[in-house]
């Protein structure tokens, strides 16, 4: 069983940065992607950011170019840099992990607030 546990949401102005954090425990050994998404009040949960055990990255269309995912596997850390915030981008940050042979997240973090306004 794995374990998620998500750091680093908060309450940032627009233009301004947060980093999350994602420390993963359990059972490992079968993780291929680590990744976050996000769910805004009243919106679907929705993909913001994956990675492989590779170093492979995947973004959503909203967040390229300013949100920089990456991941430390001796660590079993995975960590979401985002730079430019926007009011859009508030949202409860979910951390995902995808095992091998999965197409889906199979395990997921409680969540962390990222809140950006004036």
């Known amino acids: 069983q794995v374990q998620l546990v998500e750091s680093g949401g908060g309450l940032v102005q627009p233009g301004g940065s947060l980093r999350l954090s994602c420390a993963a425990s359990g059972i490992l050994w079968g993780i291929y992607v680590l990744g976050w998404y996000r769910q805004a009040p009243g919106k679907e949960r929705e993909l913001v950011a994956q990675?492989?055990?590779?170093?492979?990255?995947t973004y959503a269309d909203s967040v390229k170019d300013r949100f920089t995912i990456s991941r430390d596997n001796a660590k079993n850390t995975v960590y979401l840099q985002m730079n430019s915030l926007k009011p859009e981008d508030t949202a409860t940050y979910y951390c995902?992990?995808?095992?091998?042979?999965?197409?889906?997240?199979?395990?997921w973090g409680q969540g962390t607030l990222v809140t950006v306004s004036e």
């Open positions: 995902i992990s995808i095992p091998v042979g999965a197409s889906r997240p199979q395990s």
């Open positions: 990675i492989t055990s590779g170093g492979t990255t």
